[in-house]
C-alpha cells in the first residue's frame, strides 16, 4: 500500500521568494511519484512527475521536484513566487515498475491532503 | 483533445432524489478514475476502470453509490438516494495503462444536496 503526506495545509509565501512544498511518501514498492495544481474550480493539473532516470525533475511555471529515496521525500519547489502560484497542490504516488504491474492495482494514484499556497503581494 | 468532460458543472438537488453525474475520458484512454473531493476528506478515489471494467470499487463509500462503464467513451457516477452528506466536487480522471504515465483530470461537478 501507499500514502502521501503534505506537511502544512497552509503555506504562506512572499511574491518574489522562495516556494517550498513539503511531500514525504510511503510505498513497499519503488514509486511514481507526481505533483499536481488545482486552481479555484478547476480540475487538478499535472505540475511534474518522476518515473525513473534523472532525480531532479522540471516541471512547468518553473517547478521542481527532487526525488530523494533515502528519505522517501519528493519536495516542491520554485525559486521566485508570482501572483499566479496562488493555489492548492498535491503530491500523489503511484506503484512504480513491476513484474505485477499489470495485474496489480498498478495505476492507482494515492494523493495527500494537499497544500494550500497564498502568495503575498 | 478537448481533454475528459464530466457534466454537469453544477448540480443542487434535494435529499432523496438520484443524482446521475457524467464522463466522457480521453479518446485512447483505458483507465477511468472517479474522485471525491471535500475539505473534511480530500481527495479520495471511490472507483476505477480498465477497459470498461471496475477494478477497484473499495472507495465507494456505500450502496447508495453506483458506477458503469457502458462502453469506452462514457461512464457514470450514480448516487440514489442522495444526501446532504454526498455533497462535494466529484472528478472524473483517465490514463493510459502505461507504467510511466499521469492521471488526466476533468474539471468536477460541484455537487450540493439540500
Known amino acids: 500500500a501507499q500514502s502521501v503526506t503534505q506537511l502544512g495545509s497552509h503555506v504562506s509565501v512572499s511574491e518574489g521568494a522562495l516556494v517550498l512544498l513539503r511531500c514525504n511518501y510511503s510505498?513497499?514498492?519503488?514509486?511514481?511519484l507526481f505533483w499536481y495544481v488545482q486552481y479555484p474550480n478547476q480540475g487538478l493539473q499535472l505540475l511534474l512527475k518522476y518515473t525513473t532516470g534523472a532525480t531532479l525533475v522540471k516541471g512547468i511555471n518553473g517547478f521542481e521536484a527532487e526525488f530523494k529515496k533515502s528519505e522517501t521525500s519528493f519536495h516542491l519547489t520554485k525559486p521566485s513566487a508570482h501572483m499566479s502560484d496562488a493555489a492548492e497542490y498535491f503530491c500523489a504516488v503511484r506503484r512504480g515498475p513491476s513484474v505485477l504491474w499489470i495485474k496489480a492495482a498498478g495505476n492507482k494514484l494515492t494523493f495527500g491532503g494537499g497544500t494550500r499556497v497564498l502568495v503575498k503581494p | 483533445d478537448a481533454g475528459v468532460i464530466q457534466s454537469p458543472r453544477h448540480e443542487v438537488t434535494e435529499m432523496g432524489q438520484e443524482v446521475t453525474l457524467r464522463c466522457k475520458p480521453i479518446s485512447g484512454h483505458d483507465y477511468l478514475f472517479w474522485y471525491r473531493q471535500t475539505m473534511m476528506r480530500g481527495l479520495e478515489l471511490l472507483i476505477y476502470?480498465?477497459?470498461?471494467?471496475?477494478?477497484?470499487d473499495s472507495g465507494m463509500p456505500e450502496d447508495r453509490f453506483s458506477a458503469k462503464m457502458p462502453n469506452a467513451s462514457f461512464s457514470t457516477l450514480k448516487i440514489q438516494p442522495s444526501e446532504p452528506r454526498d455533497s462535494a466536487v466529484y472528478f472524473c480522471?483517465?490514463?493510459?495503462?502505461?507504467?510511466?504515465?499521469?492521471?488526466?483530470f476533468g474539471q468536477g461537478t460541484r455537487l450540493t444536496v439540500v
Open positions: 510505498s513497499s514498492v519503488p514509486p511514481y
Open positions: 476502470f480498465n477497459n470498461n471494467v471496475p477494478i477497484d
Open positions: 480522471a483517465s490514463s493510459l495503462g502505461r507504467e510511466n504515465t499521469e492521471a488526466f
